[in-house]
């Protein structure tokens, strides 16, 4: 009597030790982690007026090589609404609206919270790559003036985008130029702004470059992402867009009344440039990642990755047994796509792991 088949999870490789789901996956970073418990010591100050949120705003001004307004929150989506409040704010009129692509986390991801907290309107517009383009912003001037259409305020880009494209520093700056053409402001959602800059250059001046060289009015500075336990950072790199931002951030609920925890955890990443050496680590080992999958039977690899994301798209019997053994999340179901990404902490081996995996199933 033949021997029943053992189960095909039963015969995978051991699972990569971190997840490849996705970078919010990844834990603190041990150098946050320290400066936290560094920050705990003793009494300070509340609401911003201590030392480490002074040398936070001070490193971020070293960064732009600016004298930026810093804005400290908790998370990507109140750093969206704290920018995005802020600069409508700054104009006249509650009529505003914000134009974004239709991958946009502030339009996808983020249950209305725009639409809900800031009463305005989004002009989501379609997009292959998840970019804006100029010529898309400048299609919306016909409603400008017209008494029965919200007012185009501000354009809102990513940086890398939901898809892991990047806009190049020129294609940044002929979004900037057109939108100022049009009075409107700009805001970047960079939630992964260390692995746009690391894939850009990889240095401070790449960052300059992509950003208050660019035009930019202000940007969600990520930090979650990228080690941090849970901080994000507005940066407001024209002062006029600034005006009145420390107290719409309290009435949007992102004032920290112990603001000592949020800046110490920036001050770590900040320091030597630890957020940038990560997002370049995190993106090195998603290209290694999608080298070692490439070709294989039943993987659609798609591009060789911009940053720390990969699109795949898998033959449908691969997709469930991978999840099983080493979770990640579905993409497009209607072409059987994929996400696997890397965060800060992902190792080699984890990604050697990983593709062992995927060679188990497809061989």
Not at 56 to 70: G, M, N, P, S
Not at 319 to 335: A, G, M, N, T, V
């Amino acid at each position: 009597m033949t021997a029943p088949a053992p189960d095909l999870l039963d015969t995978m490789p051991p699972p990569p030790q971190r997840s490849f789901a996705s970078d919010n996956a990844a834990g603190a970073h041990p150098a946050v982690m320290d400066a936290v418990v560094a920050a705990n010591d003793g009494h300070a100050l509340a609401y911003g007026s201590d030392a480490a949120t002074a040398r936070c705003e001070e490193l971020f001004r070293e960064l732009f090589d600016a004298d930026v307004t810093i804005r400290l929150a908790f998370n990507g989506t109140g750093a969206n609404i704290v920018a995005l409040a802020t600069m409508m704010a700054s104009r006249p009129g509650p009529h505003q609206a914000v134009i974004c692509s239709e991958w946009a986390h502030i339009n996808v991801d983020e249950t209305g919270a725009p639409e809900r907290i800031l009463a305005t309107k989004l002009i989501d517009l379609p997009s292959a790559d998840a970019k804006l383009s100029p010529e898309q912003i400048r299609e919306q001037a016909h409603v400008q003036g017209v008494v029965h259409h919200a007012q185009p305020g501000i354009v809102s880009i990513t940086q890398p985008t939901e898809l892991g494209t990047l806009y190049s520093v020129k294609e940044i700056r002929a979004v900037c130029d057109t939108a100022h053409d049009m009075g409107l402001l700009v805001h970047v959602d960079g939630a992964r702004i260390a692995n746009a800059t690391a894939a850009l250059g990889g240095t401070r001046e790449a960052l300059r470059a992509m950003t208050i060289e660019a035009g930019v009015d202000a940007i969600s500075f990520g930090g979650t992402k990228i080690g941090a336990l849970g901080a994000e950072a507005v940066v407001f790199l024209n002062p006029t867009a600034a005006t009145g931002s420390e107290f719409i951030r309290k009435q949007v609920t992102q004032l920290a009344s112990k603001m000592r925890y949020l800046a110490a955890q920036f001050n770590a990443l900040l320091a030597d440039d630890l957020w940038l050496q990560l997002g370049v680590q995190a993106n090195g080992l998603a290209r290694t990642l999608h080298a070692q999958v490439a070709g294989l039977p039943g993987v659609d690899a798609g591009p060789t990755p911009a940053v720390n994301s990969i699109f795949p798209c898998l033959a449908p019997e691969l997709i469930k047994p991978l999840q099983q053994w080493s979770f990640f999340w579905d993409w497009d179901p209607s072409i059987n796509q994929v996400r696997w990404m890397t965060g800060w902490d992902t190792t080699p081996d984890d990604v050697a792991a990983f593709a062992a995996g995927v060679r188990h199933l497809t061989g």
